[in-house]
C-alpha cells in the first residue's frame, strides 16, 4: 500500500514537471483580467427529454446574461429528430452543436470555447435540473483569481451519491452573507472536488488551455482529464450559494467508460413518451431541499405546450 503511494505521488509529480508549461500559462491566467460575461456548455446524448427539462429550469431561474451552447450526441435516427425538436423550441435563445459534425470532442469544444468571450463559463450535463434563481452578472463579476464558484454546492449537502455515503461538511466551512466559503483541499468527496463539469465555474481562458493540452473523447473523459490538474487548483478556495441551484438526477446512463450509480429510467422511454408528446415537469424541483449533488427521485410528467 505504501509502494503504491509513493508510486502515485511519483506519477502525480511527474506529470506536473512534464506539463510545467501548462501551469504557468494557467497561472498567468488567473493574474489577467476577463470581462463581466459568463457562459455555459452543455453536454448532451440521447436524453433529448431531459435536456428540454434542464435548458426549460435554467431560463425560468436565469437573472442576467448567460450564453448558453448545446453540444449533443445521437446514436440513431429518432433520437436526433428529438434533438431538432428541442432545438426548434429553444431555437432564438440557444445555440445547438451536433458534435457527429465534427471529428472529434476535443475539436469541438475547442471551437465551441474560442468562440465565447473571455469571460467566465462553466460546464452542465443533461440530467442536471435547476432549483433557485442565479444571479449570473454577479457571479460574472466574482474574482477567480483564487477562487473556484460551484453552482452545485450548499450547506444542506451532507451524503455524496456517487460512493453512498455520508459525507462531512468541510471544517473551514463558513458563511460570508449570502455564500459559503471553504477550502478545497480540506474538504472531503463532493466538497473536495474542485474539477467538475458540473457548474463550476471557471475562467474561459484557462477552459480554452485544459481542452488544448488535455486529451480526451468524450464529457467523461474530460472530467477525468481534469483531475490530472487537481494538485493546481486544490489550494485554491471553493465558494457557492448557501443553498445549492442545481441537482443532478441520474435517472440513466448513456456512457459506458464509468461505472456510475444510476437509476432504472432508461432514456429510450424517455424518447417515447417525448413522442408521445409529454416533457418533464421541472417546476416541480423549484427549491427541492436536495441532501446530494446526485440524488435519484420520481420523474412526473406534463404534456408539451
Same mark, same amino acid.
Not at 514537471?17 to 488567473?30: A, E, G, K, R
Not at 466574482?142 to 473556484?148: E, P
Given at each position: 500500500?505504501?509502494?503504491?503511494?509513493?508510486?502515485?505521488?511519483?506519477?502525480?509529480?511527474?506529470?506536473?514537471?512534464?506539463?510545467?508549461?501548462?501551469?504557468?500559462?494557467?497561472?498567468?491566467?488567473? @493574474?489577467?483580467?476577463?470581462? #463581466?460575461?459568463?457562459?455555459?456548455?452543455? %453536454?448532451?446524448?440521447?436524453?433529448?427529454?431531459? *435536456?428540454?427539462?434542464?435548458?426549460? =429550469?435554467? %431560463?425560468?431561474?436565469?437573472?442576467? &446574461? /448567460?450564453?448558453?451552447?448545446?453540444?449533443?450526441?445521437?446514436?440513431?435516427?429518432?433520437?436526433?429528430?428529438?434533438?431538432? &425538436?428541442?432545438?426548434?423550441?429553444?431555437?432564438?435563445?440557444?445555440?445547438?452543436?451536433?458534435?457527429?459534425?465534427?471529428?472529434?470532442?476535443?475539436? /469541438?469544444?475547442?471551437?465551441?470555447?474560442?468562440?465565447?468571450?473571455?469571460?467566465?463559463?462553466?460546464?452542465?450535463?443533461?440530467?442536471?435540473?435547476?432549483?433557485?434563481?442565479?444571479?449570473?452578472?454577479? *457571479?460574472?463579476?466574482?474574482?477567480?483569481?483564487?477562487?473556484? %464558484?460551484?453552482?452545485?454546492?450548499? &450547506?444542506?449537502?451532507?451524503?455524496? $451519491?456517487?460512493? =453512498?455515503?455520508?459525507? #462531512?461538511?468541510?471544517?473551514?466551512?463558513?458563511?460570508?452573507?449570502?455564500?459559503?466559503?471553504?477550502?478545497?483541499?480540506?474538504?472531503?468527496?463532493?466538497?473536495? $472536488?474542485?474539477? !467538475?463539469?458540473?457548474?463550476?465555474?471557471?475562467?474561459?481562458?484557462?477552459?480554452?488551455?485544459?481542452?488544448?493540452?488535455?486529451? %480526451?473523447? !468524450? #464529457?467523461?473523459?474530460?472530467?477525468?482529464?481534469?483531475?490530472?490538474?487537481?494538485?493546481?487548483?486544490?489550494?485554491?478556495?471553493?465558494?457557492?450559494?448557501?443553498?445549492?441551484?442545481?441537482?443532478?438526477?441520474?435517472?440513466?446512463?448513456?456512457?459506458?467508460?464509468?461505472?456510475?450509480?444510476?437509476?432504472?429510467?432508461?432514456?429510450?422511454?424517455?424518447?417515447?413518451?417525448?413522442?408521445?408528446?409529454?416533457?418533464?415537469?421541472?417546476?416541480?424541483?423549484?427549491?427541492?431541499?436536495?441532501? !446530494?449533488?446526485?440524488? &435519484?427521485?420520481?420523474?412526473?410528467?406534463?404534456? @408539451?405546450?
Amino acid at each position: 500500500m505504501q509502494l503504491n503511494r509513493v508510486k502515485s505521488f511519483v506519477n502525480q509529480n511527474l506529470w506536473g514537471i512534464m506539463h510545467y508549461s501548462l501551469i504557468h500559462q494557467i497561472q498567468q491566467v488567473w @493574474r489577467s483580467k476577463s470581462t #463581466p460575461e459568463m457562459s455555459t456548455i452543455v %453536454f448532451s446524448k440521447d436524453r433529448a427529454m431531459q *435536456l428540454h427539462s434542464l435548458l426549460s =429550469s435554467f %431560463f425560468d431561474t436565469k437573472i442576467g &446574461e /448567460c450564453g448558453i451552447i448545446v453540444i449533443y450526441a445521437a446514436s440513431t435516427g429518432v433520437h436526433k429528430k428529438a434533438y431538432d &425538436e428541442v432545438a426548434a423550441i429553444f431555437h432564438n435563445r440557444v445555440k445547438f452543436v451536433d458534435q457527429g459534425t465534427f471529428s472529434s470532442l476535443k475539436n /469541438c469544444l475547442s471551437q465551441m470555447v474560442s468562440g465565447l468571450p473571455n469571460g467566465k463559463m462553466f460546464f452542465l450535463v443533461d440530467d442536471i435540473v435547476f432549483t433557485e434563481k442565479v444571479d449570473y452578472q454577479k *457571479l460574472a463579476e466574482l474574482d477567480l483569481s483564487n477562487t473556484i %464558484f460551484s453552482i452545485r454546492m450548499g &450547506e444542506h449537502l451532507n451524503y455524496s $451519491y456517487v460512493v =453512498s455515503k455520508r459525507q #462531512p461538511l468541510p471544517q473551514t466551512l463558513a458563511a460570508q452573507g449570502d455564500y459559503l466559503v471553504w477550502n478545497w483541499n480540506e474538504g472531503a468527496l463532493d466538497w473536495g $472536488y474542485p474539477m !467538475s463539469v458540473d457548474g463550476h465555474i471557471f475562467l474561459t481562458a484557462e477552459v480554452l488551455l485544459w481542452i488544448k493540452h488535455l486529451e %480526451f473523447s !468524450s #464529457p467523461s473523459s474530460f472530467e477525468g482529464a481534469l483531475q490530472k490538474l487537481k494538485i493546481v487548483y486544490n489550494s485554491k478556495r471553493g465558494m457557492s450559494y448557501r443553498k445549492s441551484r442545481i441537482v443532478n438526477i441520474p435517472a440513466n446512463k448513456v456512457q459506458n467508460e464509468v461505472a456510475n450509480l444510476h437509476g432504472a429510467v432508461h432514456q429510450d422511454d424517455l424518447l417515447q413518451q417525448w413522442n408521445e408528446g409529454l416533457a418533464i415537469d421541472h417546476a416541480r424541483f423549484r427549491g427541492w431541499n436536495n441532501y !446530494s449533488v446526485h440524488q &435519484e427521485t420520481e420523474f412526473k410528467f406534463i404534456r @408539451r405546450g
